[in-house]
Structure formats: structure tokens, C-alpha cells
């Protein structure tokens, strides 16, 4: 053995030095040829990503993720709302009460049509009276009448959920997150304030972005994820069957919506709003470092929308005489409402009618009101939203609940109880300053007004309120529908 190894000793030697020689040479090529990628290679390893939570947030991603059970969304009625409407013979209100007077602006408010003109390499818009000359952008799409672009550095666009997994899920956060991504974020903070979004505009705008830039829902899904994160919303992504689930945490409740437990906060998954579950998933426990913004629903302000201007007449009878109420609305608003998941009661009753469309609106009711005494003017006004629409519950009408912000209710000639009650609660509540609020019963919404009238009341707020249904058909402040006479309300909206 020893032998054999000293006899092999001298070829190993050679072959030794032979390897060294050519490792020596080819090091010395590799030295001069690539050492200043090496270096750039290090370098990038300590930069790769300009924010320093984002560093911190791939170790969470990277960590085991964990499973996580679906809750089912709760439904808004305990009990399917009537199908058919109730009524009574109508009869003159007692007129009490100082005469009314609507209040309407000096210059009519009229929805302007938007100007538009593109040519080459910009277009030019009209805002606010002044002219704003626009250079085009890498991406350009329509939002709600207007072209809006942003440039987008090519980085993101390689951004790949590759593989299906929780990896690819930590490579798409990689290129992403070590691209020139701010410039975008700021481009999407200044569309919003101009246009005036809430935070669902917000949502609209990021998910439209995203859908325009990446063709596969995963790709949409992941780097909506991103720029919420960056925009400071708390947003967490999931795996189920190998697919990308994108859920918003919301402190209320967004109803018909499947929905996440993380940390006792409820994360929805708005996308499936009425779609049914998503089943279970994987997912993280960590939020985002500092983004902990929830997803707030409320419309307290409209959308500062281009302009899409439409006509509509509304028209009922009572006591034998046509009254003609006429008004404009934007196409566009409508357009954006119809978007809405199932917020809350609040979110609808305490969000604006169109100026413009108020406005033209109230000068129609004028004509009738002004002189009465102000029971007859409250009446005529929830005689109108009593007649001028038909009855159809959501299910026949969208095949799912819908809540209609009163802007909607306007435009569509059909409704039901709580979108009667919301649209008669902002009329009354602006024309005539009086408090009111929403009166929800497991299977029906109706309002009451605090006004010194005898009638039907409810006990809210510590104070008595009259009662007055903007569905059941014909009946006066103050009358209530049998069924519910006697019936403690489940809930009090206030209209603020």
C-alpha cells in the first residue's frame, strides 16, 4: 500500500501542479476581466433595496407561513326584505309648522361638460378653467373620463410570481422592491388628491394601474400588494391552490365578503365582494413596518371625476295633479358607485349628492314647497321619493344586496326601502335642517324626523322621533307600516 502510494505520489504531483498552473492563469483572467463586477455585485448586495423595511419585511416572508381559515361574510339583513310594496290611501297632511323656503345658489350649478383634445406627444385638458398641457406616460388608461398615465420603470414590469409558491411570492417582492418605485408612488398620491379618491377611488385606481401594466391576476394581485404596502394601507397577499389572494384589513364591517383573522382584525377579500369563499390559505402574521392604515369605506366628498353629463325626469301624481322633477347627473359618478363592495349603513346615509345634481334638484322641489307650511313641504318631498320610483328588492333587481348611495337611487328607476330612506334622509336633512335618522328593522329600513308632529314615533338617541317611510306608498309623516308599529327598531342610523 505504501509502495503504491509513493509510486502514485509523483503522477499525483504532476497533475497537481498542471491544475495549479491552469487555475492560476485563469484566475489571473478572471481578476482582470469581471473583478470590477464583483465588486459592483457586493455593492448591490447592500443596496439592492433604497427602503430599509423592505429588508426587514422579506425575512417575514421568507419565514414558514401558516394556515389561516375562511370566515364567511355576514350578511346586512337577518331576514329577506319584502318583496312587494305596502300602501295606503293617501290623504292631506295637516298644515302646521312656519312656511318653508328652499334655499338654492343665485347662479345655477351645471354639470360642465370635460374638454379633451390629445395630440402627439401630449394632450391638452381643461381644469378648473385653465389649460394643463400633459406629456404622455410609459402607461396610459381611461379612470372614470379621464386618461391618466404613469411611468413605470422596466424593472417592475419583469416582475414575475414565479415559481407558484411562497418563493416566487419573495422574488416578485425582490424586483419590485429594488426598482425605482418611488417616483410611481408619489405619481399616485398626486392622481389621488387631484381627483379628489377616497380611499375605495384609491383602491380603484391601484387595482386599474395594475391590471393595465401585467396581464395575469397573480402579477395584478402582487404588485397591487406592493404599492398598497408603500401607500401605507395594511394589505396582506395569501396563497390558496397556487394563486395570489390580495385581502385589505377594514376596521367595519364590509358585508357578503369572505374575510381573514390576523391578530383578532378582520382582513376582506373585496375582489370576491358577493362571489363567494376563497377557502383556506397560507399566509404571515407580520404586517408591513407602518403600514397600518385600514381600508375606510365612508364617502364623505365626491370624486372630482371628468364630467359625463346626463338628463333624467322623474314624474309621479298625487291627489290627481303630475309634478316634474328634473335634474343632470355625471355618468361618470354613477359609474364609480356601482364599484362599491357592501359598506356599512353610515357610509351611505352620511356621503353627498352631486352639487349640481342637488342643486337642480332642489330648485324642481322649490316650485312646489316654497309657501307651505312645513309639514306639507317635508311631505311633498317624501311623496316624491314614495312615488316617483318603483319597488324591486336588490336580489331581482342585481341578483345581490345592493346599497345605493342616494345618487344612485336618483338614477336607477327602481329601488327598495333603504335606498329610499337614504336619499329622503339627505334631501330632508339639507332642504329643511332638520335631524333625522335611519330606522333599520330585520327586514326593512325606514327614517324619522325630529319635528314637533303627532304620529308614529321611535325612541333614538334619548329623544322622541316621528316616523316617516319613504316606501310605504301614500302614507304621511307620522305613519308607520302596521307590521311595524310595534316593533323596537334593531338600529339607528344618525344622519350627520
Given at each position: 500500500m505504501k509502495q503504491q502510494n509513493k509510486a502514485g505520489s509523483p503522477?499525483?504531483?504532476?497533475?497537481?501542479g498542471h491544475f495549479s498552473l491552469a487555475l492560476l492563469l485563469g484566475s489571473s483572467s478572471l481578476l482582470a476581466g469581471s473583478?470590477?463586477?464583483?465588486?459592483?455585485?457586493?455593492?448591490?448586495?447592500?443596496?439592492?433595496?433604497?427602503?430599509?423595511?423592505?429588508?426587514?419585511?422579506?425575512?417575514?416572508?421568507?419565514?414558514?407561513?401558516?394556515?389561516?381559515?375562511?370566515?364567511k361574510g355576514e350578511p346586512l339583513y337577518e331576514k329577506p326584505k319584502p318583496k312587494r310594496v305596502v300602501t295606503t290611501q293617501p290623504q292631506h297632511i295637516k298644515s302646521v309648522g312656519p312656511k318653508v323656503t328652499v334655499a338654492v345658489s343665485k347662479t345655477p350649478k351645471k354639470i360642465e361638460e370635460?374638454?379633451?383634445?390629445?395630440?402627439?406627444?401630449?394632450?391638452?385638458?381643461?381644469?378648473?378653467?385653465?389649460?394643463?398641457?400633459?406629456?404622455?406616460?410609459?402607461?396610459?388608461?381611461?379612470?372614470?373620463?379621464?386618461?391618466?398615465?404613469?411611468?413605470?420603470?422596466?424593472?417592475?414590469?419583469?416582475?414575475?410570481?414565479?415559481?407558484?409558491?411562497?418563493?416566487?411570492?419573495?422574488?416578485?417582492?425582490?424586483?419590485?422592491a429594488s426598482s425605482e418605485?418611488?417616483?410611481?408612488?408619489?405619481?399616485?398620491?398626486?392622481?389621488?388628491?387631484?381627483l379628489n379618491l377616497n380611499d375605495w377611488g384609491v383602491y380603484l385606481l391601484v387595482?386599474?394601474?395594475?391590471?393595465?401594466?401585467?396581464?395575469?391576476?397573480?402579477?395584478?394581485?402582487?404588485?397591487?400588494?406592493?404599492?398598497?404596502?408603500?401607500?401605507?394601507?395594511?394589505?396582506?397577499v395569501g396563497l390558496a391552490n397556487k394563486h395570489i389572494v390580495l385581502m385589505h384589513y377594514s376596521k367595519k364591517t364590509i358585508y357578503s365578503t369572505p374575510n381573514y383573522r390576523f391578530n383578532n382584525k378582520k382582513y376582506y377579500v373585496v375582489a370576491n365582494y358577493a362571489k363567494g369563499s376563497v377557502g383556506s390559505l397560507y399566509s404571515y402574521k407580520?404586517?408591513?413596518?407602518?403600514?397600518?392604515?385600514?381600508?375606510?369605506?365612508?364617502?364623505?366628498t365626491l370624486p372630482n371625476f371628468a364630467k359625463n353629463k346626463r338628463t333624467k325626469l322623474l314624474s309621479f301624481e298625487q291627489f290627481g295633479k303630475t309634478y316634474n322633477i328634473e335634474f343632470d347627473y355625471n355618468q361618470n359618478l354613477i359609474d364609480f358607485m356601482a364599484t362599491y363592495p357592501q359598506a356599512d349603513y353610515d357610509t351611505y346615509f352620511n356621503s353627498p349628492l352631486d352639487e349640481a345634481t342637488y342643486d337642480q334638484l332642489a330648485r324642481s322641489l322649490k316650485k312646489y314647497v316654497d309657501g307651505k307650511q312645513?309639514?306639507?313641504?317635508?311631505?311633498?318631498?317624501?311623496?316624491?321619493?314614495?312615488?316617483?320610483?318603483?319597488?324591486?328588492?336588490?336580489?331581482?333587481?342585481?341578483?345581490?344586496?345592493?346599497?345605493?348611495?342616494?345618487?344612485?337611487?336618483?338614477?336607477?328607476?327602481?329601488?327598495?326601502?333603504?335606498?329610499?330612506?337614504?336619499?329622503?334622509?339627505?334631501?330632508?336633512?339639507?332642504i329643511f335642517k332638520i335631524a333625522v335618522v335611519g330606522v333599520k328593522y330585520s327586514d326593512h329600513m325606514a327614517t324619522a324626523l325630529y319635528i314637533p308632529i303627532k304620529g308614529d314615533t321611535v325612541r333614538a338617541k334619548g329623544r322622541k322621533f316621528v316616523v316617516a317611510d319613504?316606501?310605504?306608498?301614500?302614507?304621511?309623516?307620522?305613519?308607520?307600516?302596521?307590521?311595524?308599529?310595534?316593533?323596537?327598531?334593531?338600529?339607528?342610523?344618525?344622519?350627520?
Open positions: 503522477k499525483l504531483s504532476k497533475l497537481f473583478f470590477e463586477d464583483f465588486k459592483r455585485s457586493q455593492v448591490d448586495a447592500f443596496t439592492k433595496y433604497t427602503d430599509e423595511r423592505d429588508s426587514e419585511f422579506k425575512g417575514y416572508l421568507d419565514k414558514q407561513w401558516k394556515a389561516f381559515k375562511v370566515f370635460k374638454i379633451e383634445k390629445k395630440v402627439e406627444n401630449e394632450k391638452l385638458v381643461v381644469r378648473n378653467n385653465f389649460i394643463v398641457i400633459q406629456p404622455k406616460k410609459d402607461i396610459e388608461f381611461d379612470f372614470y373620463g379621464s386618461t391618466i398615465g404613469f411611468n413605470i420603470d422596466k424593472k417592475m414590469k419583469s416582475a414575475k410570481f414565479y415559481p407558484t409558491n411562497q418563493k416566487g411570492i419573495g422574488n416578485f417582492f425582490d424586483t419590485v418605485y418611488k417616483f410611481l408612488v408619489v405619481d399616485i398620491k398626486k392622481t389621488a388628491k387631484d387595482n386599474k394601474l395594475s391590471n393595465t401594466l401585467f396581464s395575469k391576476r397573480d402579477n395584478v394581485n402582487l404588485f397591487s400588494w406592493f404599492l398598497f404596502n408603500k401607500l401605507g394601507y395594511a394589505v396582506k407580520q404586517n408591513y413596518p407602518n403600514a397600518t392604515k385600514p381600508l375606510d369605506l365612508s364617502l364623505k312645513a309639514s306639507r313641504g317635508i311631505n311633498f318631498v317624501l311623496t316624491f321619493v314614495q312615488k316617483a320610483f318603483k319597488y324591486e328588492v336588490d336580489d331581482l333587481q342585481f341578483g345581490r344586496e345592493k346599497v345605493m348611495f342616494a345618487q344612485e337611487t336618483l338614477y336607477f328607476n327602481k329601488s327598495d326601502c333603504e335606498d329610499r330612506a337614504i336619499l329622503f334622509a339627505y334631501l330632508v336633512k339639507k319613504p316606501t310605504y306608498i301614500n302614507a304621511n309623516i307620522g305613519q308607520s307600516m302596521p307590521k311595524y308599529r310595534r316593533v323596537k327598531p334593531d338600529d339607528f342610523i344618525l344622519v350627520k
